[in-house]
């Protein structure tokens, strides 16, 4: 079940493999996004001395928030993956000019996740492009609704 999707990742960067971590929370963090109050607009996902990060993804404290809490709302939060697709991540972003970007935070079997991916950015061209396909095939789906009545 997805709780937030990052929109703007599509339209940005063309996702090639996709991959799925878990996220270190608090305890706070864990029922903000429970309650709906995250946004994954402006995050990107960073790599530093072999770890994989999530920076820039903002989750809105609650109001029932204890008093002895003082929740930053953009903290970095480390993105749990196996060995392998770490290192595999690796070399693909420092060789082959790839950037990672989160794609959704969802649910899997009641624990929060981040789906995580492989991406090369898009130039302004393709992003015509795709703005241009969208649109036809808006067209074509109310030319087919118009057409079953």
């Known amino acids: 079940m997805t709780i937030v999707d990052n929109k703007k990742a599509f339209f940005d960067y063309f996702v090639e493999e996709r991959f799925e971590a878990g996220v ?13 109050r995250v946004q994954l607009k402006e995050a990107y996902v960073i790599i530093r001395n072999g770890e994989i990060f999530l920076f820039g993804a903002h989750i809105s ?11 930053e709302a953009t903290r970095t939060r480390k993105l749990l993956l196996h060995a392998a697709e770490i290192n595999k991540l690796i070399g693909k972003v420092e060789r082959s000019g790839y ?19 492989l991406a090369k950015g898009k130039k302004q061209h393709d992003k015509r492009n795709t703005e241009r396909e969208r649109d036809s095939q808006r067209e ?7 057409h079953r009545r």
Not at 140 to 146: C, E, F, G
């Open 24 to 36: 270190v929370l608090h305890g706070w963090e864990a029922k903000s996004i429970r309650a709906g």
């Open 99 to 117: 950037t990672l970007v989160p794609l959704n935070l969802h649910y899997v079997r009641g624990r929060i996740k981040c789906e995580i991916g």
């Open 61 to 71: 404290a609650l109001a029932s928030t204890s008093t002895h809490v003082h929740p």
């Open 140 to 146: 074509i789906q109310s030319a087919m609704k118009i």
